[in-house]
């Protein structure tokens, strides 16, 4: 056993979250209760949208690599980031995510049963991820077949590639960076926009390549999981609509929004294509809000609206109005000490940097 004799020494940690359209970095150092913003700043990728028009990639994984590591160099620089101690994440749709009922066994035993039943959930050869587990639920629990109680625990599952981290170690790892730890982006999505909150929401994060959703209900992640459907989708679907460039799809996408006011200017147009891929989404919310629903007869309380495109003009008074569930846009800096004048901005870039954040407030 330890004895924590003297109150340990604040540390400043990096978050770091690679995403397809920006890497994005926060450091912060833990104060007591809250944490001191010291630095943070987020860098595009270059190229990205040319790069969405390709069927097949031309540009190489390793000079991606290499691109990415540069990139988050220049970032590291440019931020003046002070520590090597770093948080890095992994985004959903580089990992399978699932959730496990099994009937109450010895502790010892839990381990055997999920090495056994990962293989059932797991696409790709067990030897070839990282598995990692946590207990979510332990009691009278139901699953999706037996709609009877029974005694077990219910566990959250995660399976990460060895090679998806063999890249990020890679990258840290030229760049002198310590990695504290590799979490998925849901955990650091949960610690920023759920901190000490107990009660039950349904994190939606639209990024570029996929979206994200993330139940989190007595503060603990419950389910995630990803769908290819993000900006990029809404982009090309505008592209292909209205036959034009993709850079200039992109513009429409963010002028017009998903708001047909035509006496605001918009146009109708935009709002119909767009609505192919928002559906897509929005039906993806309500499957697995009612599947949880339905398993823990728990009532989701909010949804909260992160990663860039959830900015996406009128989409959250959309998915208000179609799920019947409150919709607040990401705001991860709750916890944090920040000069006043910095407010407004931090609340703009709040949703695209919560992953970021909630990696940086990683304790242990
Ligand atoms: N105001 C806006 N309206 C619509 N879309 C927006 C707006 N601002 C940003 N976006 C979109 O958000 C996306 C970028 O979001 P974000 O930075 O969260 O993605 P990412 O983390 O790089 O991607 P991923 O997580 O998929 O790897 C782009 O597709 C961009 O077009
Ligand atoms: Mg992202």
Redesign the pocket.
């Known amino acids: 056993m330890q004895f924590n004799l003297f109150k340990k020494k604040s540390k400043s940690c990096l978050g770091i979250?690679i995403?397809?359209?920006?890497i994005k970095i926060v450091q912060l150092r833990r104060e007591e209760e809250k944490f001191d913003l010291e630095t943070y700043g987020e860098i595009s990728t270059v190229g990205y949208l040319e790069r969405l028009n390709d069927a097949f990639q031309t540009t190489s994984l390793k000079t991606l690599q290499a691109i990415t590591r540069e990139m988050l160099r220049v970032l590291l620089e440019k931020t003046e980031a002070s520590t090597k101690n770093a948080v890095m994440t992994i985004?959903v749709f580089s990992s399978f995510v699932s959730v496990m009922e099994v009937p109450e066994m010895a502790e010892k035993e839990i381990s055997q049963a999920i090495e056994f039943e990962a293989r059932r959930y797991v696409p790709i050869p067990i030897s070839e991820v990282v598995l990692d587990w946590k207990i979510i639920e332990s009691g009278m629990i139901k699953d999706d077949i037996s709609r009877k109680p029974f005694r077990g625990k219910r566990i959250l599952l995660i399976a990460v590639p060895v090679e998806v981290i063999n890249k990020y170690l890679k990258i840290a790892d030229d760049l002198g960076l310590k990695v504290r730890a590799l979490e998925l982006e849901s955990f650091s999505l949960a610690r920023s926009l759920m901190f000490g909150d107990k009660s039950s929401a349904c994190i939606l994060?639209i990024?570029?390549?996929?979206s994200s959703f993330t139940i989190v209900d007595k503060g603990v992640v419950q389910m995630s999981h990803s769908l290819d459907v993000?900006?990029?989708e809404m982009?090309k679907t505008l592209a292909t609509g209205l036959g034009v460039a993709t850079q200039r799809a992109?513009e429409f996408?963010?002028t017009h929004?998903f708001d047909h006011q035509e006496e605001n200017g918009k146009r109708k147009d935009i709002r119909e294509l767009l609505n192919v891929p928002i559906e897509r989404i929005a039906d993806e919310i309500d499957r697995m809000l009612r599947s949880y629903e339905t398993k823990t007869d728990r009532k989701m309380e909010k949804l909260i609206l992160a990663?860039?495109?959830t900015?996406?003009?009128g989409l959250g008074d959309y998915i208000e109005n179609r799920l019947d569930i409150k919709a607040v846009s990401a705001f991860p800096w709750s916890t944090a000490i920040y000069p006043v004048v910095l407010q407004e901005a931090l609340k703009k870039n709040g949703p695209?940097l919560s992953v970021a954040v909630g990696a940086a407030m990683r304790e242990e």
């Open positions: 979250d995403g397809t359209a920006s985004p994060d990024g570029v390549r996929a993000a900006g990029a982009t992109e996408k963010l929004g990663g860039g495109a900015q996406l003009m695209e």
